[in-house]
């Protein structure tokens, strides 16, 4: 894990020059923490992970809109496929709008209807804004900080769409955090009902007790209430440290530092590295990059929309 650093060699200062928006770095697909295979010392076994609500069928409606935009021309504008792959798709009934299966071509729709195309949704709306940003470390999670610190509206403040983000980062925890203008999305994917799994590396104390994990599925009570991992594993561990990885869908405040800490084994730096099927991968400090169309996809899925 890298070692905890200030974007401004730890200076709380704003930056000069105004609120300017960096540039958004492109993300790959692995994960963004640290190279090498990693060594799978004292791990144990991942639990069950949180099941996903089904999405219900909705009662029989007329779904075209005289005023609308043809359904194919809208899937290939929104990167689907061709305009001539659209239609075929739904033809063949793998075309879900409001929760009824499309077949004829001529049925019309607007781009505030929701569509599926083989069970996964797909964003029609083109002013909707899906952002991963790496957070980095004393950086507050605020677009507007009141006592004045470095706050992720230097990043975003410029933009001219009202961003959402996704949870919370501590200041002294840098990673993954998602931004998005879509309120029903962002309320989902951060609501424990939902199950939307987060994931964590945290650098500990060493040794790692060989039960550690089962304690944390089993349960951890804190002074509000009780809190369980959906998975934990050693993911290295070498003389007086070790990093471990902790999954869940909690979101109470400091919940992976407070669970820890009450496990005896307070958390030296942490980093969040996945939200749902979100990874980090190789985005840098600071900067963000924007999700795929498939990706989105998967983010809907994963809250059940």
Not at 112 to 130: A, C, F, M, N, P
Not at 259 to 286: N, Y
Not at 297 to 303: N, P, V
């Amino acid at each position: 894990m890298t070692p905890p650093q200030s974007r401004r060699g730890g200076s709380a200062k704003k930056p000069s020059g105004g609120r300017g928006t960096p540039q958004g770095g492109r993300g790959g697909a692995g994960a963004g923490t640290g190279g090498g295979r990693p060594r799978g010392v004292g791990t144990t076994k991942k639990s069950q992970p949180t099941s996903m609500p089904e999405r219900r069928k909705a009662k029989p409606v007329d779904v075209h809109d005289p005023d609308g935009i043809r359904l194919q021309k809208l899937l290939a504008s929104a990167g689907v496929g061709s305009r001539r792959v659209c239609e075929q798709m739904i033809t063949e009934g793998r075309v879900e709008v409001d929760g009824q299966i499309v077949t004829e071509l001529g049925v019309r729709i607007n781009a505030d209807q929701v569509v599926h195309v083989d069970g996964v949704r797909v964003t029609l709306d083109e002013s909707r804004v899906y952002l991963a940003f790496n957070k980095p470390l004393n950086v507050v999670t605020s677009m507007n900080d009141e006592l004045g610190r470095i706050d992720i509206g230097d990043y975003f403040g410029d933009r001219k769409e009202r961003l959402f983000h996704v949870g919370r980062l501590d200041a002294d925890t840098e990673g993954l955090l998602l931004l998005t203008n879509d309120g029903d999305l962002a309320h989902r994917l951060q609501h424990p009902k939902y199950g939307v799994l987060k994931t964590y590396l945290a650098q500990i104390r060493g040794p790692v007790p060989r039960d550690l994990g089962k304690r944390l599925r089993e349960g951890i009570e804190l002074d509000d209430g009780p809190v369980q991992v959906d998975s934990f594993r050693v993911v290295d561990s070498q003389p007086g440290k070790a990093i471990v990885e902790v999954i869940l869908h909690e979101g109470r405040k400091h919940i992976v530092r407070r669970m820890l800490a009450e496990a005896g084994h307070p958390v030296l730096s942490l980093v969040r590295t996945q939200v749902g099927p979100i990874r980090l991968g190789d985005t840098k400090p600071g900067k963000f990059r924007r999700l795929s169309k498939g990706e989105i996809g998967e983010l809907y899925s994963a809250a059940g929309m």
